[in-house]
């Protein structure tokens, strides 16, 4: 009588699994979705926080880590080893969005800092001005000359330098067509993308902070153009502080019309107590 082929004296084992004569399943690799759908949430959290006041500059690390999350995810997409296409896609527009916001934020909180240091020096000038009186003496009044209103300061072509009092130094290099990837944001279908190279020079004797040297723009007709952002980079606003005697290079890319790409517009200070200058020049 034969011995049961799970009977521990069996000489040939337990039979196999499956059916006889197939081979043994296959293990299917389990797909990895977790960077694409990572970036869907970090876009979303991104976007909203960028919508609130107090909190839109963290949308700015969020919708970084988003569309570094989102590409990563996208390439994996590519290779086989994830299938969550429209969910990484979702993540990298959410996160150049949550960028855009961020810096639109920042743009702004300078502009109502800037607006309100003017208002605040106004104020003090009328205050600190001494009352108009008549002068005792007719002759020393007719020697006197009017004061000479001072003339505006007329713009600069790009790749000059303007240099401040204090040894600060700001050049706009000369603005070249750019072509954002797939994924930009703030370029629309139809328009040419604009990039100008900035450098920031610092002659002082002190770190100088560069956070808030964010330029503005107009094309050829007056208009202001979005800033595009994307995954190479296109615009770079600058961040932390310059050592004395170095300097910072940075990036800024903006979207002009077809019909109004002829000519750009670049205004900048580096701070807000430094003035600002104008860059005017044709694009190549």
């Known amino acids: 009588m034969p011995m049961p082929t799970n009977s521990p004296e069996s000489p040939w084992g337990p039979p196999p699994t499956g059916i006889p004569g197939m081979p043994p399943p296959v293990m299917q690799q389990q797909p990895r979705n977790g960077l694409g759908t990572a970036a869907l949430v970090v876009g979303i959290v991104g976007t909203l926080l960028g919508t609130l006041i107090f909190l839109f500059w963290l949308a700015g690390p969020l919708g970084i ?22 969910i990484a896609i979702a993540g990298i527009a959410l996160g150049g969005v949550a960028t855009a916001l961020a810096v639109v934020g920042l743009i702004v909180t300078v ?25 005792a003496d007719s002759g020393a009044s007719a020697s006197e000359e009017p004061a ?46 604009v990039q100008v190279k900035i450098t920031i020079v610092n002659g002082t004797k002190k770190p100088y902070d560069i956070t808030l040297a964010l330029p503005s ?29 170095k300097q910072a290079v940075s990036q800024f890319t903006f979207s002009l019309p077809a019909d109004a790409a002829k000519e750009l517009q670049v205004e900048l200070s580096p701070d807000i107590e430094h003035d600002d200058a104008i860059w005017v020049g044709a694009v190549k």
């Not at 209103?149 to 713009?155: F, G, L, N, S």
């Not at 290099?173 to 930009?184: C, H, I, L, Q, R």
């Not at 202001?224 to 932390?240: C, I, L, N």
């Open 65 to 86: 880590l988003a569309l570094i999350f989102g590409i990563v995810g996208l390439g994996r997409v590519r290779k086989g080893q994830a299938n969550n296409k429209g």
């Open 111 to 135: 502009f109502l800092v800037k607006d309100a240091v003017k208002a605040v020096d106004d104020a003090k000038s009328v205050k600190g001005s001494p009352a108009a009186t008549a002068p």
């Open 217 to 245: 723009a107009k094309d050829a007709k007056g208009a202001e153009p979005e800033m595009v952002f994307d995954g190479h980079y296109s615009s770079k606003p600058f961040a932390g502080k310059l050592l004395p005697g």
């Open 148 to 193: 000479e209103e001072p003339a505006e300061d007329k713009p600069l072509a790009f790749g000059q330098a303007m240099t401040y009092d204090d040894g600060i130094k700001v050049t706009v290099g000369k603005p070249a067509t750019y072509k954002p990837d797939e994924f930009a944001a703030g370029h629309k279908a139809g328009n040419v993308a």
